[in-house]
């Protein structure tokens, strides 16, 4: 591969992008099974692909925060970070001279 900074800023964007749609898968199995949905097993499956994004946002915000809360802000916070490298990724390419 002649751009491997492109290659990775895409694979980064892939990560972010399964983070960001478990999230949002996660959140939308919570609303259709209401309070038995830590006995969904889809709603499990996404708890565990969501798991290291919600460690890291808990991480990194203040105890201000409630827990409850926190799996929002994750997501917000991989949304910002998908816009971001996608721009990243749009001037990697103008600066190769690549069409991507």
């Not at 499990?44 to 994004?53: A, D, E, N």
């Not at 721009?87 to 990697?92: A, E, G, H, P, T």
């Amino acid at each position: 591969m002649a751009h491997p900074d492109i290659f990775i800023v895409t694979l980064l964007r892939a990560l972010v992008e399964v983070a960001l749609l478990s999230l949002l898968g996660q959140g939308a199995v919570g609303l259709l099974s209401g309070a038995r949905r830590h006995k969904n097993p889809i709603y499990v499956l996404f708890q565990v692909i969501t798991r290291p994004v919600v460690r890291f946002t808990r991480w990194i915000t203040p105890r201000v925060v409630i827990d409850r809360h926190v799996p929002f802000v994750a997501f917000f916070l991989m949304l910002w970070l998908w816009i971001m490298l996608a721009w990243i990724k749009r001037n990697l390419c103008a600066i190769n001279g690549l069409a991507c």
